[in-house]
């Protein structure tokens, strides 16, 4: 940080009060004063705009429209991989740190040992130090960075610190740390669950915390027979037998899912055309006996199946959720198909207006595409999820750009996108520094009256997750459900 800058800062935001201090000690330096604005309205210095937007920002409970949370318990079992590598200060490391270690050189060798159960949680550091000074600045890292401050008050991993870091991760993951961690800390008020374990659907022990999408992604690509059939008790011999199979998903969990969701994005471009049933039947039998299918012949498979489960779920009024843009991983995304995504989803919102869109993670890096959909079409909404940990400089600058582009009801600011709740909260406090940013830049370079800003804050940290996946209703069919028994377990 540019020490000059830091203090002209300090002195700036003298006075504003602790909990201001704590949101811009965190952020970025903004420059100070206001630019020339066309209506400048009320006399009120930037730093004291600064300061009720960020306080309103910090006080305000936030939903998290995506996790891939395990079940508290299933974290308390122990090590158990590939979902919990290690039980250690290395697991907060897994997901997703741990690619930006390995693009920055490190060994895979070294990183299955940094991430095994049976090295010395102490002797992990020497593994890692040679790259950390390269990664410790990225979005990845300073979410982890975050939460071990906030959770172990630990302020930087050193070789010294590393005791400390692995004795707070002890006393931390106890029966409780959901709660504690989620809605304590992070003042989350609930979070939505895409279950990456295999099934489906799952009811969490905690139905008002964790409420989980509906998978449909095995419903048309493969399809993933094994995982979806079985519990349905329907032998599938034909196409209309799976339909039936897909009914029953529906029929079953709707009401009690909150969205459905699609990770498919990983594997083609979401160009899903409307095929008719007559024209996958003899795909989807070759697929049934494991004969060989062309490529162009899985697409014309899968692309019917996305859409016989697409309005399914519009039936249900459960939302889309559809992954697009960045790639998890390393060494593997293949860019020009990314591309396409936008382009894509524009065209899927022309062929279902009554479906409800929720395009994920801003289609990083091709986020002023998919702005421009939402700005477009009534049905597409966009969702920031992981975006504040991809880009942070990015999600802040979409976020500002959303707001004075498209409708402020489409946006969904928040999803930590984590297999382990410690890092959430980092990544739920770089998006709240970056929303109270991105609404204080706007203010001090004249695009929004502080009013108008401050109206925002409700809206799209809280009041556009309630309406668009409805969460009221859903709660109540969780603790009904969960309290007669005949509710949503997992097939
Ligand atoms: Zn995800």
């Known amino acids: 940080m540019n020490t000059q800058k830091f203090v002209s800062r300090r002195a700036a935001l003298k006075g504003i009060g602790a909990v201001g201090v704590a949101v811009a000690a965190l952020g970025q330096s903004t420059g100070g004063a206001a630019t020339a604005a066309p209506d400048p309205g ?36 122990g090590a158990s991989p590939p979902w919990v590598p290690c039980d250690d200060w290395a697991l907060l490391f897994s997901h997703y740190l741990d690619s930006d270690f390995l693009t920055a050189g490190m060994p895979r060798a070294d990183m299955d040992r940094f991430l095994s159960p049976k090295v010395d949680p102490l002797a992990k550091w020497q593994l890692i130090a040679p790259y950390w000074p390269a990664v410790r600045n990225t979005g990845y890292a300073q979410a982890v960075r975050i939460s071990m401050r906030e959770l172990y008050a630990v302020e930087d991993l050193t070789e010294q610190s590393v005791a400390a870091v ?18 304590d800390r992070a003042k989350i008020e609930s979070c939505q669950i895409n279950r990456v374990m295999g099934e489906p659907f799952k009811q969490s022990d905690m139905p008002a915390l964790l409420m989980y999408d509906l998978g449909i992604v095995g419903m048309f690509a493969g399809p993933d027979f094994n995982q979806y059939a079985p519990p349905t008790g329907i032998e599938v011999k034909a196409l209309a037998d799976w339909h039936r199979v897909i009914d029953w998903w529906f029929d079953r969990y709707a009401k009690y899912a909150v969205a459905v969701k699609s990770q498919n994005a990983y594997s083609r471009d979401i160009d899903y055309a409307r095929v008719p049933a007559e024209e996958a039947e003899p795909v989807f039998r070759k697929t049934l006996q494991k004969e060989p299918v062309t490529d162009a012949e899985r697409k014309r498979l899968e692309d019917h199946l996305f859409w016989y489960a697409v309005d399914r779920a519009t039936a249900h009024n459960l939302p889309v959720k559809l992954h697009t843009g960045y790639y998890a991983g390393q060494n593997s995304m293949p860019l020009a198909r990314l591309r396409l995504n936008a382009d894509s989803a524009a065209e899927l919102c022309r062929l279902a207006p009554d479906a409800q869109f929720v395009f994920m993670h801003i289609c990083y890096p091709y986020y002023e595409e998919l702005l421009s959909v939402a700005k477009h079409w009534t049905n597409a909404h966009v969702d920031m999820c992981w975006s504040w940990i991809i880009n942070p400089v990015a999600a802040k600058d979409y976020l500002k750009k959303h707001i004075v582009t498209a409708p402020a009801n489409k946006l969904l600011p928040f999803g930590g996108d984590y297999l382990h709740v410690e890092p959430v909260l980092g990544h739920a406090a770089l998006a709240r520094r970056g929303i109270a940013q991105a609404l204080s830049e706007l203010v001090e370079e004249g695009w929004l009256k502080l009013a108008d800003a401050l109206d925002l804050v409700d809206l799209i940290m809280h009041d556009n997750a309630r309406r668009i996946f409805r969460l009221a209703q859903k709660t109540d069919a969780l603790r009904q459900g969960s309290g007669n028994g005949n509710g949503a377990e997992a097939g």
């Open 166 to 183: 692995q004795s707070g991760y002890e006393q931390t993951r106890r029966p409780g740390f959901y709660q504690q961690i989620l809605q």
């Open 42 to 77: 009320p006399a009120l210095s930037a730093s004291g705009a600064r300061k009720l937007i960020s306080e309103r920002v910090l006080q305000t409970p936030l939903i998290d429209t995506h996790e891939h949370l395990l079940e508290e318990k299933e974290r308390l079992q």
